[in-house]
């Protein structure tokens, strides 16, 4: 039989589900406390609840807190077989129900702790919001649900460089839903109105690592139902695609003229390339070298040595030109270029050891393999860069490209953008980047070209307006001070050893517990105004993830392009 606490509690609010009281016969602390659940009330993982408590001068002290622990037991008994007496009826006993709850805020802020007896209760609406501070933020976007409904929100000064930026997201591949969370982030910082007039200038530059599923993005989802559509509407968002989006993928091998290397999608997706001038000229060449390497190896002196002097060949000539013209040498491909640097001229260049100017040629003859295509020095190579700031998102595919010639393209595109946002000199118009397997691009150890951008990037992107979302499977192989500077934490289902990491030390130990269970669509969250961690989920994509999903018009043939 269950334990019947009196008097029953009864929440101050009308319509407000009662709870129980604080225990006595467990520690209350101010910043946690064990609540006795009384018959016939429910108390659950993740439910927010409010106690009060009265000082001697009569002033009356509130706890908020979330539950993060519940358990049952039987009173009187001593012994584990004592249950099946209890069930048969042979044994008195009496069921105890408590939770405990982490307290995240007390108003007002007089640190002391409750006292047994208090009554609590479990809260909803305008008290649900005191409880997480949701009523301090003055610019707030959606992030997600409680399991119960209730709206949760991120301050947005922790996103748009006013107090701190960046997001990591983490989790099991294909289990985690780490970029569909990263591009809800996305939809709700443009479709929200918390951007106010920075939304009309404000850029997201997404990469896509894997299959075409972010090649879809400006189509409504035509397996989106009415459920879905109602939990957009209580978080105040519109349910339907990203507007102003622009693809990009790269140029197929082999094609004289340039057509985007895509297999689902047959419109709108525009192909990228670069000139040869325009590698040259805009020191390219390292990231050819963006694989983290031993220090001593010194390629990185050579790669250096070599920028400069093919800068200096870049400013010589038609700038129009997309080609180089080197001592009556014609060069239009990216193997030409490579076939030169393999003559003696290296040698008049850099003064460096036979060896290491042999590792560098080979280096360079492998990228040439895994990237050669998309550097090239014909007329019908012009025209082709990426415009990252033509549309509000802008969608790069990488997913056809070697692991070599993606890193080329990310750290290309990453160092152009933190350039000109340099020359801008002023953090609007705002650009957020969204990266999966950032573990491969900034490992924690070693060092690369397209490591020290993004690392530039969490460290200086917050006062140039640039936020990066990154994706990961394992956060502990990410560069640290990456991992360190994101002021939004998140992880989806997690690998048990994962878990235990000390990367996620923000993580309580139940909830440690907890995103070893986590189904898609369901993360946790932690934010600098929060002190403890947040279960929630997000709704189901209102834009196309993937070909089938694409509402297509009524008058396009699908099977027009065959």
Not at 429 to 435: E, K, R
Request: a negative charge.
């Amino acid at each position: 039989m269950e334990t019947r606490i009196q008097p029953a509690v009864q929440s101050p609010e009308v319509g407000t589900p009662g709870a129980g009281v604080v225990l006595g016969t467990l520690d209350a602390t101010p910043l946690e406390f064990w609540l006795g659940v009384q018959e016939g009330a429910v108390v659950q993982l993740d439910d927010l609840v409010v106690a009060e408590t009265a000082l001697p001068d009569g002033q009356r002290v509130r706890f908020y807190g979330v539950v993060d622990q519940v358990r049952k037991r039987y009173e009187g008994t001593y012994y584990d077989n004592d249950a099946f007496r209890v069930t048969d009826g042979t044994l008195p006993a009496d069921v105890s129900y408590a939770a405990h709850v982490q307290v995240t805020r007390i108003d007002p802020e007089v640190f002391v702790p409750p006292s047994p007896g208090d009554r609590a209760w479990v809260v909803r609406g305008e008290e649900f919001q005191r409880a997480l501070y949701f009523d301090t933020f003055a610019r707030r976007i959606p992030i997600g649900l409680t399991r119960t409904g209730e709206p949760v929100y991120a301050n947005l000064e922790f996103l748009d460089g006013t107090r701190g930026a960046h997001a990591s997201i983490s989790g099991v591949s294909g289990v985690a839903t780490k970029t569909t969370y990263a591009t809800f982030l996305l939809y709700a910082l443009f479709h929200s109105g918390a951007l106010g007039t920075d939304a009309t200038n404000a850029k997201a530059l997404i990469f896509n690592v894997k299959g075409e599923d972010l090649l879809w993005l400006d189509q409504p989802n035509a397996r989106l139902d009415e459920g879905a559509r109602e939990e957009y509407a209580r978080l105040g968002l519109p349910a339907g695609p990203f507007r102003n989006v622009a693809f990009y993928a790269p140029a197929r091998r082999h094609s004289r003229v340039p057509v985007p290397d895509v297999g689902s999608r047959a419109s709108g997706v525009r192909p990228y390339l670069w000139t040869l001038r325009e590698f040259c000229r805009e020191g390219l060449l390292r990231f050819c070298f963006a694989e983290a390497e031993d220090a001593r190896a010194q390629v990185s002196f050579v790669v250096a040595r070599v920028e400069n002097q093919l800068r200096r060949m870049a400013e010589q000539g038609d700038p129009e030109d997309p080609g180089l013209t080197v001592e009556d040498r014609r060069l239009t491909t990216f193997r030409d270029l490579v076939e030169y640097l393999d003559t003696p001229v290296l040698e008049g260049w850099v003064p460096a050891a036979p060896g290491t100017l042999d590792a560098f040629r080979r280096r360079l003859h492998a990228a040439a393999d895994r990237m050669g295509h998309l550097v090239r020095g014909d007329r019908d190579a012009v025209g082709w860069r990426i415009d990252w700031q033509a549309q509000q998102v802008t969608v790069v595919d990488l997913h056809t490209l070697s692991g070599q010639a993606q890193m080329f393209v990310v750290g290309v595109l990453l160092k152009r953008m933190m350039e000109e946002k340099e020359r801008q000199g002023t953090s609007r118009p705002l650009v957020f980047v969204v990266l999966d397997e950032l573990n491969k691009y900034a490992p924690r150890e070693g060092s690369s070209p397209i490591r020290d951008v993004l690392l530039d990037i969490a460290e200086r992107g917050r006062s140039l307006g640039v936020s990066l979302f990154g994706c990961q499977q394992t956060a502990s192989e990410v560069e640290r001070r990456i991992l360190a500077n994101a002021a939004l934490k998140v992880v989806g289902r997690l690998d048990p050893a994962e878990a235990e990491r000390g990367e996620y030390g923000w993580l309580t130990r139940t909830a440690r517990l907890r995103a070893q269970l986590l189904q898609p669509g369901t993360m946790i969250v932690s934010q600098p105004d929060i002190p403890t961690p947040l279960l929630l989920r997000f709704p189901f994509p209102a834009w196309a993830t993937r070909q089938s999903e694409a509402a297509l018009p009524e008058d396009e043939d699908p099977f027009a392009r065959l």
